[in-house]
T-cell receptor
Framework: GAGVSQSPSNKVTEKGKDVELRCDPI?????LYWYRQRLGQGLEFLIY????????KSGLPSDRFSAERTGESVSTLTIQRTQQEDSAVYLC??????????????FGPGTRLTVL | QKEVEQNSGPLSVPEGAIASLNCTYSDRGSQSFFWYRQYSGKSPELIMS????GDKEDGRFTAQLNKASQYVSLLIRDSQPSDSATYLCAVIKPGAQKLVFGQGTRLTINP
């Protein structure tokens, strides 16, 4: 079936503008994750949605970052007043069950954000 | 101390040899361990998962877990140029569901 999809694949914006990134998880997957990967670095956890429970926002780097998810479907990550240090690839992943740490996370292709 | 540590490399291995990738983690209570492969410009893909002490084999790949020493390794036998990628070690900490990643080891297989 279809994998995790993300849009846009690339986004170039000016410093200070707001951006919205979209993630469509695999159908039926309860858990959804957002990660950030700076050039040459590992993945940095941002936020985790687990079914209908309150999301784990512990990785969001500042209050300029927010994310929403409607039910078990699409999620959007919003970055307000973008800064150059926000430039990175933003990766979304989903897994079948919430609260099941052993479940494989399937990654989308990512959105490459460049803040000029 | 980083939660998950890997040697960033680059690690160069001749084609056909065994590539050995290592990872250490700080939280002794961690239960789930994963190796992801990431080609340049692509998203990570799962190679192996391991949850119990010992070895787990899948084709040319073997994951090894030693909870007492808090390390997990990945061996790639008969390495191929197509194995050239960055290998990311990831751990799920106790009581949490998020993956904590190491910075990755860049592996190059030389023909």
């Amino acid at each position: 079936g279809a994998g995790v999809s993300q849009s846009p694949s690339n986004k170039v914006t000016e410093k200070g503008k707001d951006v919205e990134l979209r993630c469509d998880p695999i159908s039926g997957h309860t858990a959804l994750y957002w990660y950030r990967q700076r050039l040459g670095q590992g993945l940095e956890f941002l936020i985790y949605f687990q079914g209908n429970s309150a999301p784990d926002k512990s990785g969001l780097p500042s209050d300029r970052f927010s994310a929403e998810r409607t039910g078990e479907s699409v999620s959007t990550l919003t970055i307000q007043r973008t800064q150059q240090e926000d430039s990175a690839v933003y990766l979304c992943a989903s897994s079948p069950r919430a609260g099941a740490g052993t479940d494989t996370q399937y990654f989308g292709p990512g959105t490459r954000l460049t803040v000029l | 101390q980083k939660e998950v540590e890997q040697n960033s490399g680059p690690l160069s291995v001749p084609e056909g040899a065994i590539a050995s990738l290592n990872c250490t983690y700080s939280d002794r209570g961690s239960q789930s361990f994963f190796w992801y492969r990431q080609y340049s410009g692509k998203s990570p893909e799962l190679i192996m998962s391991i949850y119990s002490n010992g070895d787990k084999e899948d084709g040319r790949f073997t994951a090894q877990l030693n909870k007492a020493s808090q390390y997990v390794s990945l061996l790639i036998r008969d390495s191929q140029p197509s194995d050239s990628a960055t290998y990311l070690c990831a751990v799920i900490k106790p009581g949490a569901q998020k993956l904590v990643f190491g910075q990755g080891t860049r592996l190059t297989i030389n023909p």
